[in-house]
């Protein structure tokens, strides 16, 4: 995955700024979508695709704050790089609180918006990048049983089999047959490989840690 | 002397007056009493004197009556005819004829006298002047002179001589330089000129031939003036002659009584001093001279005259007078008051034309800045939605730029961007153009618009400045004209817009749409603004129309008073109401059919 893939989402109400955003970030060489609303862009986003969000933070029926308000309720992490024709302070603030990329006074030089565009398709990959490394973790720790999901926490901590076997009050050759199990689950074949795992796990919950 | 002339008078009726009450008395002895009234020109004795031997005769002469003398001045005579206290009068010629004029007497014989060869003329005036006056010869010569007379209405006494002097020129009433009125007895006149008290004293002829026989005054110091010769008649007179004395029955002496006096008079025998009676003369040449003098009977006449009429009226004259001074005055007021006011009325009318001027002045600025005002509050919508184009048309060239720089030069997409410029610059220029007209500061003009065109033209500033605000506008495709000035009417549409916007925006409800609704009318047309905005408290309502109320946090709060005081200069009205399911607002306002000026 890398920046060809990404789309740039541009919502805007003027049909005019909305085609101009396009024709520039087309002419730059991303790939761009646009949308009239916000409504449009929620019923047409599926929330995979890696990008970035450019919003007019004034528009009716739902505003730009509103949009990305919607988006991570949804867990959606997409950046959003806000434009704005008033410059309004108090906004920006609560803009870049939820976790705005950019906040950019209209009208912005090219690069500025472009550079800022380009952060923040890169941060869209990266979180891309480690949710799948995630997704893979989780999906491999959800085939571990209870007692083998323990052994591989004592493990990742680079605890030896006798330890384990006296925290978890079994006997060692059963600890050798959980251990070898789970390596053989995850498909690994060390305990740093599990702490990895384990970490990429978590990783894709940044609030819980 | 003159004022001694009523106390005679009177002196005269109350002796009559004693008479009539004592001789009856004194004399009861037979018959039935008839009562003759004499003329005393000479004085109450001489009545007595002269005339008792007719008394006697008549009472001789006819049985079963008693024959009373009763002497009067000429007033009191009058007087005693009028009232019916004597059967016979004998009096003056002069004073007959007034008798027969006033009272109906009847002459019944006249006087024949020794002098007079017919007692048809038997009597005149004689002016006696000293005989040593050498100023005095003719009757003109009276004139400037101190004349006596008897009295007015005295015959012989006054009234013939004036005739006659008035004939030679002279009116006696004013030419001379005193007339005076002495009254009877004529003797005192006669002596009063004789000592040089008075110029000339007019007395009845044959007078003065009397006193000098009876040896009252020195025949030589005393002459007639300007004598006429009469053949037959013995006096010297200065006058024609007239008919001597008659005696007259009246009205009420019965006519059997008449008829035996008349008899018995003229059978008398002429008296020692050669008086008798003859048939009654014809006064009708008295009747002459007082038509021509205008007095006696014909004093009315003299009433006709200017002089008379100011005598007799002159209290009413000088109330037509005062009338018509009044009136005059009154004319010349009005005339004034009425200039006056017609100039104050041109002033006034001046004043409220310079007024109006002034306040149409006024006006024009106050609308200028009120549509300054709309501006300013909707600067940050105006820029924003300047800002648009702008910033499309920076999006576009960069784009075009990188194209260009990345030699990505297929045309289709660097037209399209340029083409984009193109329009979007368009787009700012009429944004910007849309301002500029409505914030200029013109003169108000009104002249014939359409009015679909004017509204559309706001709703499509507003629309530009507010994209997000949703303006529902249908208006049938009708010819609605209207006299206004078409700036005028865009700021009070944008006045009305903006404010529905605001409340809508103040009740979170900026997406609904603002109706606005065309209608036509009898004579005008109505254009409404509905908003499902916030809507109005009650207090809040009755002051919506205030200037510098407001309910927004930044209006100035000019703009619906402003919006009202326009549409009402132009005839129109403009209202508010809540919405009847208690939603935000409505306002309207009408304006007259341009056929139809201010009939709304």
């Given at each position: 995955?890398?920046?060809?893939?990404?789309?740039?989402?541009?919502?805007?109400?003027?049909?005019?700024?909305?085609?101009?955003?396009?024709?520039?970030?087309?002419?730059?060489?991303?790939?761009?979508?646009?949308?009239?609303?916000?409504?449009?862009?929620?019923?047409?986003?599926?929330?995979?695709?890696?990008?970035?969000?450019?919003?007019?933070?004034?528009?009716?029926?739902?505003?730009?704050?509103?949009?990305?308000?919607?988006?991570?309720?949804?867990?959606?992490?997409?950046?959003?790089?806000?434009?704005?024709?008033?410059?309004?302070?108090?906004?920006?603030?609560?803009?870049?609180?939820?976790?705005?990329?950019?906040?950019?006074?209209?009208?912005?030089?090219?690069?500025?918006?472009?550079?800022?565009?380009?952060?923040?398709?890169?941060?869209?990959?990266?979180?891309?990048?480690?949710?799948?490394?995630?997704?893979?973790a989780e999906t491999a720790l959800a085939t571990l049983t209870a007692r083998e999901r323990e052994v591989a926490e004592l493990m990742a901590a680079?605890k030896?089999s006798?330890i384990i076997a006296r925290e978890l009050a079994i006997s060692d050759k059963t600890v050798q047959v959980h251990r070898h199990n789970t390596m053989e689950k995850l498909g690994v074949?060390?305990a740093?490989?599990i702490a990895?795992l384990l970490?990429?796990a978590k990783?894709?919950?940044?609030?819980?840690? | 002397?003159?004022?001694?002339?009523?106390?005679?008078?009177?002196?005269?009726?109350?002796?009559?007056?004693?008479?009539?009450?004592?001789?009856?008395?004194?004399?009861?002895?037979?018959?039935?009493?008839?009562?003759?009234?004499?003329?005393?020109?000479?004085?109450?004795?001489?009545?007595?004197?002269?005339?008792?031997?007719?008394?006697?005769?008549?009472?001789?002469?006819?049985?079963?009556?008693?024959?009373?003398?009763?002497?009067?001045?000429?007033?009191?005579?009058?007087?005693?005819?009028?009232?019916?206290?004597?059967?016979?009068?004998?009096?003056?010629?002069?004073?007959?004829?007034?008798?027969?004029?006033?009272?109906?007497?009847?002459?019944?014989?006249?006087?024949?006298?020794?002098?007079?060869?017919?007692?048809?003329?038997?009597?005149?005036?004689?002016?006696?002047?000293?005989?040593?006056?050498?100023?005095?010869?003719?009757?003109?010569?009276?004139?400037?002179?101190?004349?006596?007379?008897?009295?007015?209405?005295?015959?012989?006494?006054?009234?013939?001589?004036?005739?006659?002097?008035?004939?030679?020129?002279?009116?006696?009433?004013?030419?001379?330089?005193?007339?005076?009125?002495?009254?009877?007895?004529?003797?005192?006149?006669?002596?009063?000129?004789?000592?040089?008290?008075?110029?000339?004293?007019?007395?009845?002829?044959?007078?003065?031939?009397?006193?000098?026989?009876?040896?009252?005054?020195?025949?030589?110091?005393?002459?007639?003036?300007?004598?006429?010769?009469?053949?037959?008649?013995?006096?010297?007179?200065?006058?024609?002659?007239?008919?001597?004395?008659?005696?007259?029955?009246?009205?009420?002496?019965?006519?059997?009584?008449?008829?035996?006096?008349?008899?018995?008079?003229?059978?008398?025998?002429?008296?020692?001093?050669?008086?008798?009676?003859?048939?009654?003369?014809?006064?009708?040449?008295?009747?002459?001279?007082?038509?021509?003098?205008?007095?006696?009977?014909?004093?009315?006449?003299?009433?006709?005259?200017?002089?008379?009429?100011?005598?007799?009226?002159?209290?009413?004259?000088?109330?037509?007078?005062?009338?018509?001074?009044?009136?005059?005055?009154?004319?010349?007021?009005?005339?004034?008051?009425?200039?006056?006011?017609?100039?104050?009325?041109?002033?006034?009318?001046?004043?409220?034309?310079?007024?109006?001027?002034?306040?149409?002045?006024?006006?024009?600025?106050?609308?200028?800045?009120?549509?300054?005002?709309?501006?300013?509050?909707?600067?940050?919508?105006?820029?924003?939605?300047?800002?648009?184009?702008?910033?499309?048309?920076?999006?576009?060239?960069?784009?075009?730029?990188?194209?260009?720089?990345?030699?990505?030069?297929?045309?289709?997409?660097?037209?399209?961007?340029?083409?984009?410029?193109?329009?979007?610059?368009?787009?700012?220029?009429?944004?910007?153009?849309?301002?500029?007209?409505?914030?200029?500061?013109?003169?108000?003009?009104?002249?014939?618009?359409?009015?679909?065109?004017?509204?559309?033209?706001?709703?499509?500033?507003?629309?530009?400045?507010?994209?997000?605000?949703?303006?529902?506008?249908?208006?049938?495709?009708?010819?609605?004209?209207?006299?206004?000035?078409?700036?005028?009417?865009?700021?009070?549409?944008?006045?009305?817009?903006?404010?529905?916007?605001?409340?809508?925006?103040?009740?979170?409800?900026?997406?609904?749409?603002?109706?606005?609704?065309?209608?036509?009318?009898?004579?005008?047309?109505?254009?409404?603004?509905?908003?499902?905005?916030?809507?109005?408290?009650?207090?809040?309502?009755?002051?919506?129309?205030?200037?510098?109320?407001?309910?927004?946090?930044?209006?100035?709060?000019?703009?619906?008073?402003?919006?009202?005081?326009?549409?009402?200069?132009?005839?129109?009205?403009?209202?508010?109401?809540?919405?009847?399911?208690?939603?935000?607002?409505?306002?309207?306002?009408?304006?007259?059919?341009?056929?139809?000026?201010?009939?709304?």
């Open positions: 995955m890398n920046e060809r893939d990404a789309v740039l989402f541009v919502v805007d109400d003027d049909a005019a700024m909305r085609r101009s955003l396009a024709y520039l970030f087309d002419a730059a060489g991303w790939r761009v979508q646009s949308f009239a609303s916000a409504h449009d862009f929620l019923d047409h986003y599926d929330g995979h695709v890696p990008g970035c969000l450019v919003l007019d933070v004034r528009m009716p029926l739902m505003s730009g704050l509103r949009l990305q308000q919607t988006l991570r309720e949804r867990g959606n992490h997409l950046p959003v790089i806000f434009l704005t024709g008033h410059g309004d302070l108090a906004m920006a603030v609560q803009a870049m609180k939820t976790g705005a990329c950019d906040f950019l006074e209209k009208p912005c030089k090219d690069q500025v918006l472009l550079d800022a565009v380009t952060r923040a398709v890169q941060r869209s990959i990266e979180d891309s990048r480690v949710n799948a490394q995630t997704r893979t680079g030896p006798k074949h060390s740093a490989e990895q970490m990429a990783a894709g919950h940044p609030g819980t840690h | 002397m003159i004022f001694l002339r009523p106390l005679c008078r009177l002196g005269a009726v109350l002796l009559g007056a004693f008479l009539f009450v004592l001789l009856p008395a004194s004399d009861a002895h037979a018959g039935t009493p008839v009562r003759i009234g004499v003329l005393a020109y000479k004085g109450a004795e001489a009545v007595q004197e002269d005339w008792s031997h007719v008394r006697n005769w008549l009472t001789d002469a006819i049985p079963d009556h008693r024959f009373i003398l009763l002497d009067f001045d000429q007033a009191g005579l009058t007087r005693a005819v009028h009232d019916q206290s004597i059967d016979f009068v004998i009096t003056s010629s002069g004073h007959y004829v007034a008798l027969e004029h006033s009272d109906g007497a009847s002459r019944i014989a006249t006087i024949a006298s020794p002098w007079a060869l017919s007692p048809a003329q038997s009597i005149g005036s004689a002016i006696v002047v000293r005989n040593e006056d050498a100023r005095l010869q003719a009757l003109t010569d009276l004139a400037g002179k101190h004349v006596l007379a008897v009295a007015p209405d005295a015959f012989g006494g006054f009234q013939i001589a004036a005739r006659d002097v008035r004939q030679a020129g002279i009116d006696p009433e004013q030419d001379f330089a005193q007339l005076e009125f002495s009254g009877f007895p004529l003797q005192n006149m006669v002596h009063a000129v004789r000592a040089g008290r008075a110029d000339a004293a007019i007395i009845r002829t044959c007078m003065l031939e009397q006193m000098i026989s009876n040896g009252e005054i020195d025949a030589s110091a005393l002459r007639v003036l300007a004598p006429i010769a009469v053949q037959g008649f013995r006096c010297q007179t200065s006058s024609r002659l007239y008919p001597d004395w008659p005696i007259a029955a009246l009205r009420h002496t019965p006519a059997q009584l008449s008829k035996q006096v008349a008899i018995a008079l003229l059978r008398m025998p002429a008296t020692a001093q050669g008086y008798s009676w003859a048939v009654a003369a014809d006064y009708q040449v008295v009747d002459t001279l007082f038509r021509e003098l205008k007095i006696g009977p014909y004093a009315y006449l003299r009433q006709w005259t200017f002089e008379g009429l100011l005598r007799l009226y002159w209290g009413w004259l000088l109330l037509i007078l005062a009338v018509l001074v009044i009136w005059a005055v009154h004319t010349v007021r009005v005339e004034y008051l009425v200039s006056r006011r017609t100039r104050d009325l041109r002033t006034a009318q001046e004043q409220q034309r310079l007024m109006a001027e002034q306040a149409r002045v006024h006006q024009s600025t106050l609308d200028h800045t009120a549509r300054l005002a709309i501006l300013g509050e909707m600067a940050s919508a105006i820029a924003h939605e300047l800002n648009q184009p702008l910033a499309a048309i920076g999006n576009f060239a960069r784009g075009m730029a990188r194209r260009i720089a990345a030699d990505r030069l297929e045309p289709a997409p660097l037209l399209d961007g340029a083409s984009e410029i193109v329009t979007q610059s368009e787009r700012a220029a009429s944004i910007i153009r849309s301002i500029r007209t409505f914030a200029q500061k013109t003169a108000s003009e009104q002249k014939s618009v359409d009015l679909i065109t004017v509204l559309e033209q706001a709703i499509t500033l507003f629309s530009g400045a507010h994209p997000h605000a949703q303006v529902s506008w249908q208006p049938g495709a009708v010819p609605a004209t209207v006299m206004a000035d078409p700036l005028q009417i865009q700021q009070v549409m944008l006045n009305l817009l903006k404010n529905a916007l605001d409340a809508q925006q103040a009740a979170g409800r900026v997406h609904e749409p603002i109706e606005v609704q065309f209608r036509i009318d009898a004579s005008s047309y109505c254009i409404s603004v509905r908003d499902c905005g916030c809507g109005l408290a009650p207090e809040q309502f009755t002051r919506l129309f205030e200037p510098f109320f407001t309910t927004k946090p930044e209006g100035l709060g000019l703009g619906l008073s402003l919006s009202k005081g326009i549409i009402e200069s132009l005839g129109g009205t403009l209202a508010a109401a809540a919405n009847d399911d208690n939603a935000g607002l409505t306002v309207w306002f009408s304006l007259p059919k341009e056929e139809f000026p201010g009939a709304v």
